[in-house]
């Protein structure tokens, strides 16, 4: 069935769902803290539902009294193990926490679950039973905590205390890992230090670090490559709000940078704004994809920033370059804009009349000639003729070129002619299948010669024939 899909423009104002990311954060400190804490802003997703679930299931108690607000009193700190999962469980019967599908989940509440010397199950459903674990595994054994798993997938189950001391994990993969020991190994009994191997995902590590920094726990590090976390601290409990999702408002502010209505020009001789407006973004977030707004600004959008409120509309935008090793979430969002970016031969052309071209390695020094005029080129190495020189004789001269006052021709489009230090290119020879078809040609030209004389014959016939009756 086809559709047919007719560009629009959008407008308006719109408020991004809270960050799941902070939240989840959020909630696994508040389970430790000792007394209540009030989280407001939270907008229910499945990732902030599984959290909340894994709390209770610990002890904590979740109370809802305004939509959007949580106020969270601690489960117990994990030195004595969780009031949840001890209460009513034999001391070999181990607690489940079921994840859901959150992968944040599952490596930031393993290394908590670790903290209690109560056996914890770490399961889930769906894609998250697929997804290695093994990165886990290892640093949680060194770190004295009994471990096991399935393969290293989920369902996990670990037994602490988990007692501190000197780890090292990798961080190519994911920071989430690292999210879990910081949060955790300040309840350990021990100081702890965590060297970490080519960390991604820097920002969600400051994430982790200022919420942890709220709620009254020390975290210092090297270069992000040494973690030191001292030992026997204590959360103490916060009220905070979530901020807005970066990561959601990207998408909606590059809608605003390439289908909103351009703007205008106003009474002040600026531009009037009549693009997308998104509230509830904190301008110097720790979030990773705050640098949305940088790439758009790099694209050539027009941005215009009030507070925690951001407005995107649509002018011409540009080709960019933009690193976002930090930031993977914003490549789909990237995406869109370059998909919006003019193409090379729809843009004007430029003061020598030749339009931008791509960047190609072997057009290089081609493209350097066309971009000044024949008059002015001179040869690379022997440069403006003197006035008694004798004229150069260049290797074009065979294509009909003059050169006789010392100027470079155009090189000739194609690639057979000598170039710096290399030989000359032999001339293409003529591909098999074309001597193929030539003989299929000749084969069937014989074929029809012989049918035309067969006819003939026949013909012959028939008029003798034809003679003998009368």
């Not at 803290?33 to 299931?57: F, K």
């Not at 909606?252 to 002040?268: D, F, I, K, P």
């Not at 370059?321 to 370059?338: E, K």
């Amino acid at each position: 069935m086809d559709r047919l899909i007719i560009p629009g423009e959008v407008s308006g104002e719109v408020d991004p769902p809270s960050s799941k990311s902070y939240a989840q954060r959020a909630i696994a400190a508040a389970l430790l803290a000792e007394g209540t804490s009030v989280l407001s802003g939270i907008e229910m997703c499945d990732d902030t539902a599984a959290a909340l679930r894994v709390v209770q299931t610990l002890g904590a108690r979740v109370e809802n009294p305004s939509p959007g607000t949580y106020a969270i009193t601690g489960g117990g700190n994990g030195r004595g193990g969780f009031t949840g999962a001890s209460s009513g469980k034999e001391r070999d019967e181990a607690a489940r926490l079921d994840i859901g599908e959150s992968g944040l989940s599952t490596r930031l509440f393993t290394p908590i679950a670790a903290l209690s010397h109560t056996p914890i199950t770490i399961t889930g459903h769906g894609s998250i039973l697929t997804r290695p674990m093994d990165m886990m595994l290892g640093p949680l054994r060194t770190l004295g905590v009994e471990v096991t798993d399935k393969k290293g997938h989920l369902p996990i189950t670990v037994r602490g205390p988990m007692r501190g001391g000197e780890v090292e994990i990798d961080g190519s993969v994911s920071s989430q890992f690292l999210t879990g020991l910081l949060v955790a190994l300040p309840l350990a009994v021990s100081d702890t230090t965590v060297r970490v191997r080519n960390l991604r995902s820097i920002p969600y590590i400051d994430m982790t670090i200022d919420l942890m920094d709220r709620f009254g726990v020390d975290v210092d590090h090297r270069d992000y490559e040494e973690f030191y976390i001292p030992g026997s601290q204590t959360y103490t409990p916060a009220t905070l709000t979530i901020e807005g999702d970066w990561s959601a408002a990207s998408c909606l502010l590059v809608a605003g940078a390439t289908a909103s209505r351009a703007g205008g020009g106003n009474a002040h001789g600026g531009l009037s704004c009549a693009g997308v407006t998104v509230k509830n973004l904190n301008p110097v977030s720790l979030q990773a994809d705050v640098m949305i707004v940088e790439a758009l600004s790099r694209a050539g959008a027009h941005i215009e920033q009030t507070g925690n409120t951001i407005t995107v509309s649509r002018r011409e935008l540009r080709a960019f370059s933009f690193d976002a090793t930090d930031c993977p979430d914003l490549f789909r969002a990237g995406r869109l804009v370059r998909g919006d970016v003019r193409h090379h031969r729809d843009r004007p052309p430029g003061p020598q009349g030749v339009r931008p071209r791509r960047g190609h390695p072997h057009r290089v020094r081609q493209a350097r000639h066309h971009r000044r005029p024949l008059r002015t080129r001179h040869h690379a190495h022997h440069g403006p003729r003197a006035g008694n020189d004798p004229p150069f004789k260049s290797r074009f001269a065979a294509h009909g070129r003059r050169d006789g006052d010392g100027r470079q021709p155009r090189r000739p489009p194609h690639g057979n002619v000598a170039r710096r230090g290399r030989p000359e290119r032999p001339a293409p020879r003529h591909h098999p299948r074309h001597r193929v078809r030539l003989k299929i040609l000749l084969r069937l030209l014989d074929r029809l010669r012989q049918i035309k004389e067969l006819n003939n014959a026949l013909k012959g016939h028939n008029i003798s024939a034809q003679g003998n009756a009368q």
